[in-house]
């Protein structure tokens, strides 16, 4: 007679970990294309002020789709403390991503060291959520971070101070990943609501201080950024949701090469033989994940008897 074993929470289940891949891949994809829209505006605008505009917009979006039927729904919450929490971690990392740049640490650091975040992301799983990460997936998430510091150009810190704000990117992005894993039992609308209030209440205090008027195509830039903003943190909540973050943080990845298509797209740039290989190294490492896991979940008859 066969017994139904139980099943394994931390590992991911096939068609469950295709899911949360796909939804990661849009949103590092929608990530990029918005970076590659906000890139322009930092000549003219303040970051503050950009983020603060993108999170603005996002929360309009959800006030104006769900919040004039039912409000509550947007802010009905079981953990407020742990969403707020979270929240200021979205805060944390385009902070400490202006103040590196202000202090002139090169944009080759500041990625050599924020491409750690899918590591750190893998190895704060077992540790908050309880949920095993096997050997293949750290396999995988090294070989694309070194094909991600072949892309950005790796380089090493000229004082360890220039660490300090990259590390604390890197940081606050992974726990807020895996924060959102955490908060899965909550309502979508919850968790995207509470990310965006956070951070656009905290920028409020600073407005004053770097305002500037945007001109009419800054504006469209500004709105579409939150709305594309608001549609890659859906991705990455749907995709913490679908799957253990195992299947799905070495995917973070993808953004470097999709930056090189869009950048090649928009003529900014011709890349280079090492640029390709940093690419060629993601991309494969993506493949091979895709490929380990089954489009069809196990039937029961596959269960160990």
């Not at 990460?133 to 150009?153: D, I, P």
């Not at 953004?255 to 090189?260: D, L």
Request: with cysteine; proline share 7%.
């Amino acid at each position: 007679m066969s017994a139904t074993v139980a099943a394994d929470t931390s590992v991911p289940h096939p068609s469950a970990a295709r899911k949360s891949m796909l939804l990661m891949i849009a949103f590092v994809g929608l990530w990029a294309i918005v970076e590659a829209i906000a890139a322009p505006l930092f000549s003219r605008i303040s970051g503050y002020q950009i983020v603060w505009a993108r999170y603005g917009v996002h929360l309009s979006f959800m006030l104006l789709i769900w919040g004039w039927r039912n409000p509550s729904v947007l802010w009905r919450t079981r953990r407020p403390l742990y969403q707020i929490g979270r929240s200021l971690l979205m805060l944390g990392m385009p902070v400490s991503w202006i103040i590196s740049v202000q202090h002139g640490v090169t944009s080759s650091v500041l990625m050599t060291i924020f491409w750690l975040a899918p590591l750190l992301i893998l190895a704060l799983t077992p540790l908050v959520l309880k949920e095993r990460v096997r050997l293949r997936y750290w396999v995988v998430a090294a070989v694309a971070y070194a094909g991600a510091c072949l892309v950005s150009v790796p380089a090493a810190p000229s004082t360890l101070s220039d660490l300090v704000f990259p590390a604390g990117m890197a940081g606050t992005f992974a726990l807020y990943v895996v924060m959102t894993r955490a908060l899965r039992g909550e309502t979508v609308h919850a968790n995207l609501f509470y990310t965006a209030l956070g951070v656009f209440a905290s920028l409020s205090l600073v407005m004053p201080g770097v305002w500037v008027q945007p001109s009419v195509p800054d504006a469209f830039a500004l709105i579409a950024i939150g709305l594309l903003g608001f549609g890659a943190l859906l991705a990455l909540d749907r995709s913490a949701s679908a799957a253990p973050l195992s299947a799905s943080a070495p995917l973070i990845y993808m953004q470097a090469p999709i930056t090189i298509a869009l950048a090649v797209a928009l003529s900014y740039v011709h890349p280079d033989a090492r640029t390709l290989l940093g690419g060629a190294l993601i991309g494969c490492m993506a493949i091979y994940l895709w490929l380990r896991e089954p489009g069809r979940p196990r039937s029961a008859s596959q269960d160990i008897p």
